[in-house]
């Protein structure tokens, strides 16, 4: 069983920057699929970020050219970068691993954009 534990959401002003982590328990070296995903009020949960087991990345139009996916395997941790924010980031964001046929969810971090 592996947890996630993500840290790094709060307030920022728009236009303003987070770094988001999300740490695990043991090692997701293996893993097929890094990511993170967000879920605003009222709305559906949404992958903003991909890591691929074969080191590729990808992103949806709302985050590509803004957030950056990364990895730390000797940590265990996933990071998600976030420059250019916008009102309509507010979310709640989640880090998800893929093992095998088991997938994982931290308990997320709230990310909230307002001036």
């Known amino acids: 069983q592996v947890q996630l534990v993500e840290s790094g959401g709060g307030l920022v002003q728009p236009g303003g920057s987070l770094r988001l982590s999300c740490a695990a328990s043991q090692s997701i070296f293996d893993s097929n699929l890094m990511a993170w995903y967000r879920q605003a009020p009222g709305k559906q949960r949404d992958w903003v970020a991909v890591f691929t087991r074969a080191g590729n990345t990808n992103y949806p139009d709302s985050a590509k050219g803004r957030f950056t996916i990364s990895r730390d395997n000797a940590k265990n941790t996933v990071y998600l970068q976030m420059n250019s924010l916008k009102p309509e980031d507010t979310a709640v964001y989640y880090c998800?691993?893929?093992?095998?046929?088991?997938?994982?969810w931290g308990q997320g971090t709230q990310v909230t954009v307002s001036s």
């Open positions: 998800h691993v893929l093992i095998g046929a088991k997938a994982y």
